[in-house]
Each structure stands twice: as C-alpha cells, then as structure tokens.
C-alpha cells in the first residue's frame, strides 16, 4: 500500500474519482476535503499508482489530535476554509429566501452552540463524543438551518468529512412548512457552488 503525500497526485485522484461515480462518491468526498484543507486529518492509501484498484482514506498515522481541540484551532484561527469560499453565496441565497419567508423566521447557518441540540435529536448522539464531532462539523463544514425569532434553530442539514450531508432534522412542532426542503435546497446549493458533489 502507498500512501499519497503529493498535492499534484491527491488532486489527480480527485479528477480520476469523478468518473467513477456514484460507486467513488464516498472516498470522492473525503478526498475532496483533503484536497482543501484536510480538516480531519486524514491520509490516502492505494493500492499502486497511477493504476489503483483500492483506495483508502483512513485518519493519519502521526497525528493524534482530539475532536475538541481541533474545533478550537480552526474556530480561533478562522481556518473554516469552506465558509470562507461560500460566504457571497450563503447571503446570495440568504436575501432571495428571506424575500419569501415569513419575517420572524431567518435562514442562517449553525453555529457551535447548536451542538447539543443537534447531539439530542441526532440518533447516535446523546453523549459527549458526538457532540464534540458534531461541534467539529459545525466549525469545519458547511451546514444551513432555519432561526426562530429568539436565534433558536428549527430545521437544519450540515455535512459530514465525506460531503455527505447528514443529520438534517425539523423540530416535530415546524414540520409540513417547507422549512426541511428549504434547508435542504440552500445547502445543496451551497456546496455544489463549492465545487462539491451533492450527496446524502
């Protein structure tokens, strides 16, 4: 097995990956965020190159570094690099969808104090090492929810270190107003405006 270091052969395999879908779209994703940024630190194993038949993407070997603390770093050291790319679109999007949404409601993103509320509704959530990988999403990864008056979300999709996006939810009481197809639409346009593919 051999490890891809090389910027140049990571980006090759990303273009050769895309030919492959929807069989490549998981490992695709992973390599996608590697590619910008790798903010899970991950690491690309194949089999040989050019000519792969396996390819593995697995946390890396020399880094040890613990969910919280990363979330740290990146939210200190504004390295979020997707919110930066995204941020004209997200209020683009933003100011057409507030043009038709009923004024007390807000289409924003989620932040870290979302967290626990997403680790309480989420179906492996519910202890703390989910609701530190999910505050690393929040901080890492691009995501889109609905805000009541009082900045308490109710509907909201994020994304995962695959580009999948996950863990999307509506409050039972808010369910049947469009809120889940609007969260939905925006960040599949967000990441698609982002170059990534729209999965989940």
Known sequence: MLVLNCSTKLQKLEKMLRWSFPVSLKVYGAVMNINRGNPFRKEVVVDSWPDFKAVITRPQRQVHIHVISFVSESFVNGESFIWEACTFFFFLIYFLYSLRMDPKFTLAYLDISHSSLLNKTWSRGGNPRCEKYLA?????????????????????????????????????????????????????KKLHSCGFPVQG
């Not at 008056?149 to 409050?171: C, K, N, V």
């Open 136 to 188: 690393n999403l929040i901080c890492s990864f691009p995501s889109a929810c609905v805000l009541d008056d009082e900045g308490y979300p109710l509907s909201w999709s994020l994304t995962d270190q695959f580009a999948t996006m996950i863990h999307s939810y509506t409050l039972p009481e808010h369910r049947r107003k469009g809120f889940s197809r609007l969260v939905t639409t925006t960040l599949a």
